[in-house]
Each structure stands twice: as structure tokens, then as C-alpha cells.
């Protein structure tokens, strides 16, 4: 009997352990992919000097249909670890000496979505030079994961800021932000 109990003790050990094993295993398996919001249209409209909001805006992005193109339809959202930045830019098409990103001196980019309208600071530019550009890459976040946002299909940015100088017209904007989702088994 003493013999029988200690066969199962050593099966049952040798099962838990490759169990455990198995589930290493698995959580070391991932799959990174891209994601982008496309060219995100928005304005500002013109203002006077002083901090506030700059401009909100909305997009769609179909997060399941693109985590199955990119890494095998039998992945979807219950299969994201992680979500993270990689970059945002911001882009006029329609600057001048008197109005562009010149006129902002420090800017931040919130976030919410459908999955989660909670708004996060995404991407923040403390001081910014008096110079007219057209494009403005804002420093992200890379730390913060955005899983609790990414159950979703519609996302919704706040773009806030101090300008040095006032805005006199409607600045035509695209935001291009990009996300690396990690997916596992």
C-alpha cells in the first residue's frame, strides 16, 4: 500500500510539474503586432495664448480584425498581453510663419475608448521650441500599458496645451499614433 501511495505521490508531483512547465512555456510565447491609427484628421481652432484644450477627436480601429490579419485567425482581443506606444505624431497641412507648432511651447495627448472612458496621458512634450514646423512628434509613454483600452473599436484623444503665441486660423491636423500589441497564447 505504502508503495502504491508513493507511485501516485511521484505521478502526481511529475503532472503538477509539467503543468507548471507548460504554462511557462506558453506565457513566454508571444507574437508583437503593429497597429496604427490611420491618419487621424482634426483642427484647431484658432485661440488666444494661455493652456487648455487644443482640439478632441474620434477614430475607429477594428483591433480583433487586425490582431487575426497579423497573426492567425485563431488570435483575437482575449489573446492581447500588452499594449504599448511607440509614437505620436502630429502633422499641419496647412502652417504658416504665423501659425504652427511653434506657437505651442508644451503640449499632452489624452486618451479614452469605448472599452474603457477612463482618459489617460498618453504622450507629453514639456517645452517645445519657438520654431514653425508643421510636424510635432510628441514623446509617449512606452511604460504604460493600454490592455484596459483595447477592447474596443472606438478611441477618443484630447490634445491640451500652453501656446506662446495665438492661433488666427483653423489648422488642418493628422495625428498618427502607433501601438505594438502583444499577443499570446
Known amino acids: ?30 507574437i508583437n503586432v503593429s497597429a496604427q491609427s490611420s491618419n487621424v484628421d482634426f483642427t484647431i481652432q484658432p485661440a ?23 497573426a492567425g485567425k485563431t488570435y ?11 509614437s505620436c505624431v502630429l502633422t499641419i497641412s ?30 507629453e512634450l514639456t517645452s517645445n521650441p519657438e520654431t514653425a514646423t508643421s510636424t510635432l512628434s510628441v514623446p509617449v509613454n512606452t511604460a504604460l500599458d493600454l490592455k484596459p483600452y483595447f477592447g474596443a473599436t472606438s478611441f477618443s484623444y484630447k490634445l491640451s496645451g500652453t501656446l506662446r503665441k495665438a492661433i488666427t486660423k483653423t489648422l488642418n491636423c493628422k495625428a498618427t499614433i502607433k501601438y505594438k500589441i502583444e499577443i499570446g497564447l
Not at 503543468?19 to 506558453?26: F, G, L
Not at 496647412?94 to 504622450?123: K, R
Open 1 to 30: 500500500m505504502k508503495l502504491l501511495t508513493l507511485k501516485l505521490s511521484a505521478f502526481a508531483f511529475l503532472f503538477l510539474s509539467l503543468c507548471s512547465s507548460c504554462n511557462k512555456v506558453k506565457d513566454l510565447i508571444s
Open 48 to 70: 488666444s495664448a494661455g493652456t487648455g484644450d487644443l482640439s478632441q477627436f474620434n477614430t475607429s480601429l477594428l483591433i480583433d480584425s487586425l490582431i487575426k490579419e497579423q
Open 76 to 86: 483575437g482581443l482575449v489573446n492581447i498581453k500588452s499594449v504599448k506606444l511607440e
Open 94 to 123: 496647412n502652417s504658416d510663419d504665423l501659425n504652427s507648432f511653434g506657437n505651442v511651447s508644451a503640449c499632452s495627448a489624452a486618451m479614452s475608448s469605448n472599452a474603457n472612458i477612463t482618459m489617460v496621458n498618453i504622450a
